[in-house]
């Protein structure tokens, strides 16, 4: 049975860091992309940043430059760097096992990924 299981979610003071895990439980995550979401109260899924099987990454504008995904074959990583108030909200990685390349402009809709961790919460408050 494939999951996905999330961790390393929590408070921190504006500017701060934090660095969110992403563990595969019955697959290894070398072959397929790999993305995470996050979601405010009240609003859509909103795709932040993907990476592909081959290391290649994208991010979305608002958190270019701040955030880093990463992945090994058995985790994928959201590291969190300058975080702002404004990024308050859960988190939410995800598998697409049919695909194994992603970008700005693709797979970036929550309906093109089959498999979700259960959400991460992420406050930043001073």
């Known amino acids: 049975q494939v999951q996905l299981v999330e961790s390393g979610g929590g408070v921190v003071q504006p500017g701060g860091s934090l660095r969110l895990s992403c563990e595969a439980v019955?697959?290894?995550?070398?072959?397929?992309?790999i993305a995470w979401f996050r979601q405010a109260p009240g609003k859509e899924r909103e795709w932040i940043s993907c990476?592909?099987?081959?290391?290649s990454t994208s991010y979305a504008d608002s958190v270019k430059g701040r955030f880093t995904i990463s992945s090994d074959k058995k985790t994928a990583y959201l590291q969190m760097n300058s975080l702002e108030p404004e990024d308050t909200t859960v988190y939410y990685c995800?598998?697409?096992?049919?695909?194994?390349?992603?970008?700005?402009?693709?797979?970036?809709?929550?309906?093109?990924?089959?498999?979700w961790g259960q959400g991460a919460q992420v406050t930043v408050a001073s």
């Open positions: 990476i592909s099987s081959d290391g």
């Open positions: 995800a598998a697409n096992l049919m695909r194994s390349r992603c970008g700005s402009s693709y797979l970036t809709t929550i309906y093109e990924y089959a498999y």
């Open positions: 019955g697959l290894t995550l070398d072959h397929y992309a």
